[in-house]
């Protein structure tokens, strides 16, 4: 008798997630039905131009802004390189910053190091929260720029930024919020943050990929970043993708409209997940603040194994999971995040990222204990003796 081949499951959410079959519907509509040039002045461009508009208004509405603070960008991480090298025009300073900000923002640091920039991090506490009373022992004179991670991609802690938001009004220092996490996962209100820029992209929270947008505070300019056209209010050149914009606005109001039952719904797969992991292939550490973090991340270590190789054994046994930012993948180097927190070499070498999402059941959570689990107990057997 042949086996049935076993079943996939996806806990990398934070990677990537499913569009929403509403949202393949409302991008495939409009490849057909708005596929004039926006910028054009006849009818398929006024039909194109209206759905574009529409759907800054919708976005711009469940995030706290106004319509024209909405930049439409091709994801998060060119929201981020826009933000930081526009803001950053100007004569050199200091950057600060937090330790294991995603690679959009740490590569962007080390180009404008090359510019004479020089950067600052921020300390973190064993949770990876940040430690407030830092902020007035800073070099204020010498800071131009702050950028920091509203959501971590990695262990999903989330940041109380109101005492930053102050220092930066306080001391007129522009500063950008990496959100690409947290949008489409918890409320975020651009003008209460009182942020000058924040970036989002529409794949992580169920959208499709390769749109996201700069939420840019109005009134502020940014130096060009690149240079071809008009659209965007000169901000950002080239045609929009009206299509991929519908559907990133349809994702969000997706999320809008069932914010507290999608919470409550992936924070009990993440609860589910961790509790079944802490009894049966402990010893674990959780790396997070266990309250300040998304509903849909479990950062969880499994002391002295070697997460390179459970993420691979993981793969084996068609769990889908990550060791943190996908687009830092193939570095051999500790997460950065996690070495600021304090945790000793046997944790941060052990950790991984479980991130779930709507699509998962709760069979599929209590199956991926089991195979986890086993994992674990199979590595632990074959792992030398100290």
Request: aromatic share 4%; proline share 6%.
């Amino acid at each position: 008798m042949t086996s049935q081949p076993t079943s996939e499951i996806y806990l990398d959410n934070n990677a990537t997630t499913q569009p929403l079959p509403e949202v393949i519907e409302t991008v495939a509509q409009h490849l057909g039905e708005s596929f004039g040039n926006p910028g054009s002045r006849h009818a398929a461009g006024r039909r194109a131009r209206v759905v574009l508009e529409d759907s800054r208004e919708m976005i711009a509405r469940i995030l706290g802004a106004d319509p024209e603070e909405v930049i439409f960008t091709s994801g998060g991480t060119e929201s981020t390189n826009l933000a930081l090298f526009g803001l950053a025009a100007g004569n050199p300073g200091l950057v600060l910053t937090t330790a294991g900000e995603h690679p959009a923002t740490t590569e962007s640091i080390t180009a404008l190091a090359e510019r004479g920039w020089s950067s600052r991090p921020l300390q973190v506490d064993q949770d990876g929260r940040l430690l407030p009373d830092e902020l007035t022992t800073l070099p204020w004179d010498d800071i131009r720029l702050a950028t920091v991670i509203l959501a971590h991609n990695e262990t999903g802690v989330v940041q109380d930024l109101d005492p930053l938001s102050k220092a930066c009004h306080e001391h007129k220092i522009p500063w950008h919020v990496d959100a690409v996490q947290a949008v489409g996962k918890i409320p975020v209100d651009f003008h209460r943050l009182g942020a000058t820029s924040l970036a989002l992209g529409a794949h992580k929270f169920h959208g499709p990929r390769g749109i996201g947008a700069l939420l840019l505070r109005d009134g502020c300019r940014l130096a060009p970043f690149e240079y071809g056209g008009h659209q965007e209010a000169g901000r950002r050149p080239g045609t929009e993708v009206v299509a991929l914009a519908a559907g990133m606005a349809r994702a969000l109001e997706s999320w809008d409209a069932d914010r507290t039952a999608r919470t409550d719904r992936i924070q009990a797969f993440r609860d589910r997940l961790q509790a079944g992991l802490e009894t049966s292939a402990g010893p674990t550490v959780i790396n997070g603040h266990p309250d300040h973090r998304l509903p849909n991340t479990l950062n969880i270590a499994f002391p002295g194994l070697d997460g390179e190789a459970i993420l691979v054994a993981l793969d084996l046994e068609h769990v889908a999971c990550s060791l943190g930012s996908t687009c830092s993948s193939g570095s051999a180097e500790p997460a950065p995040a996690l070495v600021a927190m304090g945790r000793s070499e046997d944790v941060y070498r052990a950790s991984v990222r479980f991130s779930v999402g709507l699509e998962n059941t709760f069979e599929e959570i209590d199956e991926a204990v089991r195979r986890v689990s086993d994992v674990v107990a199979r590595l632990r057997e074959s792992a030398p003796v100290a």
